[in-house]
């Protein structure tokens, strides 16, 4: 039984930074890569950040430069450290087991002023 949780959400002003931490109950997390999506009010859910197995990187265009994803695989652990939050950031944030049916529950993330 593979369950995800998120932690970490919350509100900020522009500008201001959140980490954000998923933790993963499965086995053999170190094998896959893991993904931060986000879906914000009427748009679809994109892929925010993805962390290979070995530790290799891919960010979207929207948050290159700002944010930060890292793996802990003895904490069986996945993280997004978030800077310079815009208000365009603001979503429901998840986490994901790459490319399987394995979501967390999402964490509100809100950037306003």
């Known amino acids: 039984q593979v369950q995800l949780v998120e932690s970490g959400g919350g509100s900020v002003q522009p500008g201001g930074s959140l980490r954000l931490s998923c933790s993963d109950s499965?086995?053999?997390?170190?094998?896959?890569?893991m993904s931060w999506y986000r879906q914000a009010p009427g748009k679809e859910r994109e892929l925010v950040a993805r962390?290979?197995?070995?530790?290799?990187?891919n960010y979207a265009d929207s948050v290159k430069g700002r944010f930060t994803i890292s793996r802990d695989n003895a904490q069986n652990t996945v993280n997004l450290q978030m800077d310079s939050l815009k208000p365009e950031d603001t979503a429901v944030y998840y986490c994901?087991?790459?490319?399987?049916?394995?979501w967390g529950q999402g964490t509100q993330v809100t950037v306003s002023s």
């Open positions: 994901n087991r790459y490319l399987t049916q394995y």
């Open positions: 962390i290979s197995s070995s530790g290799a990187t």
């Open positions: 499965g086995s053999f997390f170190s094998v896959y890569a």
